[in-house]
């Protein structure tokens, strides 16, 4: 798809102008394909099956984002609730470069329908595509943005939904060498293609060479371990008894001193989302697109929860 004219604005405007422009797009779609009454019986029928899904860094508009496998996850886990914790859209991608195909249209489109059908759907903006929290109370096409949210459990746990940025010490005093740090990060991704596009034609399974260089460099480490210190303890001052994040790019789900930590991961790489179940269990699945079979999935249960808290009104 070519750029809408309003790319040619100001940096601070294009990537919201283009947004809106592909949003407006969907809505449009949408609005033209009614919805037959038995289909949406029987999504809600489906629905039942998980309480809320959590998923955060699609980054749409880049190359890098594994649309289709993310329509693939959508389509088998329906949900009563769907979290979009941030970096959605790159909106800092896109001032740079248009890139929208049409596998990134229908996320959007399936977004719209699953709130057409019945599903609160809720939007908390990230960095990337903070030019929505201006919109924080609003709705659009039925997706609720918020810039914080509280998802509370089954069993009466009050999660803290928030897309993390906030506590990330480059974004907040020095967003130049953030922006920086993202151009790194889109090349180790075009990188990390081509070498995949190599171990593919050897036989050799997918390997993802930021996660490596995550995992390995000492302080990249430390970073890691010291937002999801600062993540979980904010959330434990404000009362709640977890959180839920993305902004890393880590799944992960853990106590930390007492407070449950889970960030649900992204869907560039690590291709994870964090899903509750009917009785308020919680669970990180690894999503295994076919083209990575040969990874063994490893979904991962809650530890033992701590005792539940009444729910409030």
């Given at each position: 798809?070519?750029?809408?004219?309003?790319?040619?604005?100001?940096?601070?405007?294009?990537?919201?102008?283009?947004?809106?422009?592909?949003?407006?797009?969907?809505?449009?779609e949408?609005?033209?394909?009614?919805?037959?009454?038995?289909?949406?019986?029987?999504?809600?029928?489906?629905?039942?099956?998980?309480?809320?899904?959590?998923?955060?860094?699609?980054?749409?508009?880049?190359?890098?984002?594994?649309?289709?496998?993310?329509?693939?996850?959508?389509?088998?886990?329906?949900s009563?609730?769907?979290?979009?914790?941030?970096?959605?859209?790159?909106?800092?991608?896109?001032?740079?470069?248009?890139?929208?195909?049409?596998?990134?249209?229908?996320?959007?489109?399936?977004?719209?329908?699953?709130?057409?059908?019945?599903?609160?759907?809720?939007?908390?903006?990230?960095?990337?595509?903070?030019?929505?929290?201006?919109?924080?109370g609003?709705?659009?096409?039925?997706?609720?943005?918020?810039?914080?949210?509280?998802?509370?459990?089954?069993?009466?746990?009050?999660?803290?939904?928030?897309?993390?940025?906030?506590?990330?010490?480059?974004?907040?005093?020095?967003?130049?060498l953030?922006?920086?740090?993202?151009?790194?990060?889109?090349?180790?991704?075009?990188?990390?293609?081509?070498l995949?596009?190599?171990?593919?034609?050897?036989?050799?399974?997918y390997?993802?060479?930021?996660?490596?260089?995550?995992?390995?460099?000492?302080?990249?480490?430390?970073?890691?371990?010291?937002?999801?210190?600062?993540?979980?303890?904010?959330a434990?001052?404000?009362?709640?008894?977890?959180?839920?994040?993305?902004?890393?790019?880590?799944?992960?789900?853990?106590?930390?001193?007492?407070?449950?930590?889970?960030?649900?991961?992204d869907?560039?790489?690590?291709?994870?989302?964090?899903?509750?179940?009917?009785?308020?269990?919680?669970?990180?699945?690894?999503?295994?697109p076919?083209?990575?079979?040969?990874?063994?999935?490893?979904?991962?249960?809650?530890?033992?929860?701590?005792?539940?808290?009444a729910?409030?009104?």
């Open positions: 798809m070519a750029p809408p004219a309003a790319l040619r604005g100001t940096p601070q405007g294009a990537a919201l102008a283009a947004w809106q422009g592909q949003f407006r797009g969907a809505l449009a949408e609005d033209a394909d009614p919805l037959p009454d038995e289909e949406r019986q029987g999504d809600a029928a489906e629905r039942s099956r998980y309480r809320a899904v959590f998923i955060s860094d699609l980054h749409l508009g880049t190359a890098g984002c594994q649309a289709e496998a993310l329509l693939d996850f959508l389509k088998h886990y329906p009563q609730t769907l979290y979009l914790v941030g970096d959605i859209v790159d909106g800092w991608q896109l001032r740079r470069r248009w890139f929208w195909p049409q596998a990134h249209n229908d996320v959007v489109q399936k977004l719209l329908r699953r709130a057409r059908k019945g599903c609160r759907v809720v939007f908390v903006p990230g960095n990337h595509d903070e030019f929505a929290r201006q919109f924080h609003h709705s659009f096409g039925g997706i609720e943005v918020r810039n914080e949210a509280v998802h509370e459990t089954a069993d009466g746990r009050r999660l803290w939904v928030v897309h993390g940025d906030h506590f990330d010490g480059v974004i907040q005093c020095a967003k130049w953030a922006y920086v740090g993202d151009n790194l990060y889109e090349f180790t991704l075009r990188l990390n293609r081509h995949n596009s190599l171990r593919a034609r050897l036989g050799l399974p390997w993802s060479l930021s996660q490596y260089l995550k995992h390995k460099v000492k302080t990249a480490v430390n970073y890691v371990s010291d937002f999801e210190g600062a993540v979980a303890a904010e434990r001052a404000r009362g709640y008894q977890g959180v839920v994040c993305g902004h890393i790019h880590r799944p992960e789900m853990r106590w930390i001193d007492g407070t449950l930590y889970c960030n649900d991961g869907w560039v790489e690590s291709l994870s989302a964090l899903v509750e179940h009917s009785d308020g269990r919680l669970e990180l699945v690894h999503w295994q076919p083209a990575r079979q040969t990874r063994i999935p490893l979904p991962e249960a809650l530890p033992a929860p701590l005792p539940a808290r729910a409030t009104a």
